[in-house]
């Protein structure tokens, strides 16, 4: 069944399928959730994981669908981007499956229903009343905004409380001058007007708050954005986002579109960011590893470089959800054949 629904999927465009799926989930979803291996679970942000597998961000954009997909059996779940008002995003078709290459191009730029929408799906989703999994909200700006701090400040004080987490979301190649605020300077300053608006907020005390990277960064800003996180305490970094790079490897028509591109061919670039960033930060950061995982022995790759916890979406949108227990069962095995008792023993074992 999962795989005759995958193929009846692939007849539509990419954006038309995914619409698809999220009415699927939103009409039916499993509500029997089976207990992980211990040796997945982990304390992090001074939250319980149950496994360390997430969902990235960008599949549940307008939070709509976080108990279905946590049922499905993820860890944590990133919903987002959402930004402070709705916007549409750029041109369609701003999707395009690259099938040869197991990758996506996307060029979506931000399109989402608004923080007012998201803030009453979190209120009724409630945090309180979830039956297990992390829930974090992911927050951009607007395209037409005069000053992106107040944006991210806004998003903060709005949806931060009612989420686990908060992702600073810096990095998307779609939302033009974006991926200038990872600039030192820039960044730093968006770090402490959200740490100022954190120390108003007695509700957004005990909130982390995570920073998405991008994969293309130059060695001097990574050093940089290193430093600056170790400095102001960052709870933690997503590394990576899509990349504007195309590889010589890739063979599928959609090559060449314009928007970042996701999946296996960003496997190797990303995870050499991750092993480079917990260098840098000493591993006293955690980071969440994202970029082309499309089975457990890669998960398992990326904790290794450094990564505490791992995300996918491509390989959910090629395999199907059987992906999700396919990455539990190859993790427990790697952990068995290198003697660990607990995923948190195999964090940067490579760097």
């Given at each position: 069944?999962?795989?005759?629904?995958?193929?009846f999927?692939?007849?539509?465009?990419?954006?038309?399928?995914?619409?698809?799926?999220?009415?699927?989930?939103?009409?039916?979803?499993?509500?029997?959730?089976?207990?992980?291996?211990?040796?997945?679970?982990?304390?992090?942000?001074?939250l319980?994981?149950r496994?360390?597998?997430?969902?990235?961000?960008?599949f549940?954009?307008?939070?709509?669908?976080?108990?279905?997909?946590?049922?499905?059996?993820?860890?944590?779940?990133?919903?987002g981007?959402?930004?402070?008002?709705?916007?549409?995003?750029?041109?369609?078709?701003?999707?395009?499956?690259?099938?040869?290459?197991?990758?996506?191009?996307?060029?979506?730029?931000?399109?989402?229903?608004?923080?007012?929408?998201?803030?009453?799906?979190?209120?009724?989703?409630?945090?309180?009343?979830?039956?297990?999994?992390?829930?974090?909200i992911?927050?951009?700006k607007?395209n037409?905004?005069?000053?992106?701090?107040?944006?991210?400040?806004?998003g903060?004080?709005?949806?931060?409380?009612?989420?686990?987490?908060?992702?600073?979301?810096?990095?998307?190649?779609?939302?033009?001058?974006?991926?200038?605020?990872?600039?030192?300077?820039?960044?730093?300053?968006?770090?402490?007007?959200?740490?100022?608006?954190?120390?108003?907020?007695p509700?957004?005390?005990?909130?982390?708050?995570?920073f998405?990277?991008?994969?293309?960064?130059?060695?001097?800003?990574?050093?940089?954005?290193?430093?600056?996180?170790?400095?102001?305490?960052?709870?933690?970094?997503?590394?990576?986002?899509?990349?504007?790079?195309?590889?010589?490897?890739?063979?599928?028509?959609?090559?060449?579109?314009?928007?970042?591109?996701?999946?296996?061919?960003?496997?190797?670039?990303?995870?050499?960011v991750?092993?480079?960033?917990?260098?840098?930060?000493?591993?006293?950061?955690?980071?969440?590893?994202v970029?082309?995982?499309?089975?457990?022995?890669?998960?398992?790759e990326?904790?290794?470089?450094?990564?505490?916890?791992?995300?996918?979406?491509?390989?959910?949108?090629?395999?199907?959800?059987?992906?999700?227990?396919?990455?539990k069962?190859?993790?427990?095995?790697?952990?068995?054949?290198?003697?660990?008792?607990?995923?948190?023993?195999?964090?940067?074992?490579?760097?």
């Amino acid at each position: 069944m999962n795989n005759l629904l995958l193929k009846f999927m692939r007849f539509f465009p990419p954006e038309i399928s995914h619409s698809l799926t999220i009415k699927i989930l939103k009409l039916k979803y499993s509500s029997q959730i089976y207990d992980d291996d211990p040796s997945l679970h982990q304390h992090l942000f001074g939250l319980d994981f149950r496994n360390p597998i997430g969902l990235a961000a960008g599949f549940d954009k307008n939070v709509e669908v976080v108990q279905s997909l946590l049922n499905l059996g993820f860890g944590f779940v990133e919903t987002g981007t959402v930004t402070p008002k709705p916007q549409f995003g750029n041109k369609k078709p701003r999707v395009f499956r690259l099938l040869e290459d197991q990758a996506i191009i996307n060029h979506l730029g931000f399109n989402n229903y608004g923080s007012k929408y998201a803030e009453n799906k979190l209120i009724k989703l409630n945090l309180n009343n979830l039956s297990k999994g992390i829930v974090g909200i992911n927050i951009g700006k607007n395209n037409d905004t005069n000053y992106a701090v107040d944006d991210y400040c806004l998003g903060l004080e709005k949806l931060g409380p009612l989420a686990h987490y908060t992702t600073i979301n810096i990095s998307s190649p779609n939302t033009p001058g974006l991926r200038d605020l990872q600039n030192r300077g820039q960044i730093e300053v968006l770090v402490k007007a959200l740490r100022q608006r954190k120390k108003e907020q007695p509700n957004l005390e005990n909130k982390p708050i995570l920073f998405k990277i991008a994969p293309d960064l130059e060695e001097e800003q990574l050093r940089d954005i290193a430093l600056m996180s170790l400095a102001n305490e960052i709870d933690g970094l997503v590394i990576s986002n899509s990349s504007i790079d195309r590889p010589s490897s890739l063979i599928s028509r959609n090559k060449n579109e314009i928007g970042g591109l996701s999946g296996k061919p960003l496997f190797i670039k990303s995870t050499l960011v991750l092993k480079k960033m917990y260098t840098l930060t000493n591993g006293q950061i955690p980071l969440i590893g994202v970029g082309g995982i499309s089975n457990g022995i890669e998960f398992y790759e990326k904790i290794k470089a450094g990564a505490s916890l791992a995300q996918i979406y491509t390989a959910l949108v090629f395999q199907g959800p059987k992906i999700i227990n396919k990455i539990k069962q190859e993790i427990l095995s790697c952990l068995k054949t290198d003697g660990f008792n607990n995923i948190k023993e195999a964090i940067g074992k490579d760097v």
